[in-house]
Structure formats: C-alpha cells, structure tokens
C-alpha cells in the first residue's frame, strides 16, 4: 500500500556522519521544517557516525522533535547492520559496482515517466546530474562539514542544506543554512 505525502518530502543527507552534527543537523532540520514542513524526511545515509547503539539512540531523541515520519537508508557509517535495523527497519544497501549502476538505470529505463527526482547523499556535498530527464541530486551537507564539488574532487566549502520536493508539482528546492555557513566554526 502507498503512503500518503504531504505537499513537501524532505530530504536531508548525511546528518550525523562528522563530529559537530548536534550543532548543524538540529538547525538545518529546524530551517527545513519551518520552511517546508515536510510530511516525511528521507535521509540517504549516515544517519551515525560510527555506527553505535548510543549514536542511534541520540539521533533519535533529535528525531522525535519533528512531526515528519522520518524514512532512513543504510550508509557506510551505519554499520553494524543489525544495530541500524533496531532503529530504523530493515536495511537496503547500496552499492556502487558498475553491475549496481546498470541495473539502477534499467529501473530507471522502465519507470521514466513515474520518477520525479533521485536523492543521493555520502559525499558531503550537492551536485545535479540528468539520466533521461530525470534529476540525480547529490545532497549531503544535513549535518557534515560541507564540501563544495571540483573538477578535480572537493574544493572549498558550502552551507549545511537539506532539499525539499514538491510532491504536486515535481519542483526540488535546495535549502542552505546560510547562517551557520557565514559564523566561524
């Protein structure tokens, strides 16, 4: 059965994968609520740093302070598997072999004209590519020291963002917690 969404899903990447995200995570999630309020948040990876029950348990005391249901995808950082699973269901890993990627693209080949957008997180940074006319976003600066994207690799720094889709019109806001960028650490 599908879930029913609000107007706005939010998608916050990486929230807790770097010493310092109880300072940023708290106010990027409290921008993005006051902004949007997403009716779910979907977090693709490193919802911990290193994966520990005490992590997870600290994690979720942030997480019941907003109304949204928060949907959550296993990340490098998040192991052990069966320590992330107790908190947050069952686990989906993701790889990245060249095998992973061409079935990833058939799914996408088949469903094309049902897919808005794909979110991806790991790297710290926002990037945005096209397959077919579909967005691949990069967003994963909800809680770690955000890096900007180089040609080369990471070059400078960016805000702490989180994203937002609009679930009616298709529209992906990129959200920057300009605030916290512009004080120093």
Do not use: M
């Given at each position: 059965m599908a879930e029913s969404f609000g107007k706005y899903v939010g998608i916050l990447g990486d929230p807790a994968c770097?010493?310092?995200?109880?300072?940023?995570?708290?106010?990027?999630?409290?921008?993005?609520?006051?902004?949007?309020?997403?009716?779910?948040?979907?977090?693709?990876?490193d919802v911990t740093e290193w994966g520990m029950v005490t992590e997870h348990e600290e994690m979720l005391e942030y997480?019941?302070?907003?109304?949204?249901?928060?949907?959550v995808a296993m990340g490098d950082h998040d192991s052990p598997t069966n320590v992330f699973e107790r908190y947050w269901g069952p686990a989906q890993k993701n790889g990245l072999s060249q095998d992973c990627t061409s079935r990833f693209l058939a799914v996408l080949d088949d469903l094309q004209d049902q897919v808005q957008a794909c979110f991806f997180g790991h790297i710290h940074s926002f990037d945005r590519k096209?397959?077919?006319?579909?967005?691949?976003?990069?967003?994963?600066?909800?809680?770690?020291?955000?890096?900007?994207?180089?040609?080369?690799g990471y070059e400078g720094t960016r805000p702490f963002q989180a994203m937002a889709l609009d679930t009616s019109s298709g529209e992906i806001h990129l959200l920057e917690d300009e605030e916290s960028f512009n004080q120093p650490s």
């Open positions: 770097r010493p310092g995200w109880q300072k940023n995570f708290p106010r990027i999630a409290d921008l993005l609520w006051e902004t949007y309020q997403p009716s779910h948040v979907f977090v693709p990876g997480c019941r302070k907003y109304p949204w249901e928060w949907l096209e397959y077919r006319g579909i967005p691949l976003i990069v967003t994963g600066a909800g809680g770690a020291a955000a890096r900007g994207l180089g040609v080369d």
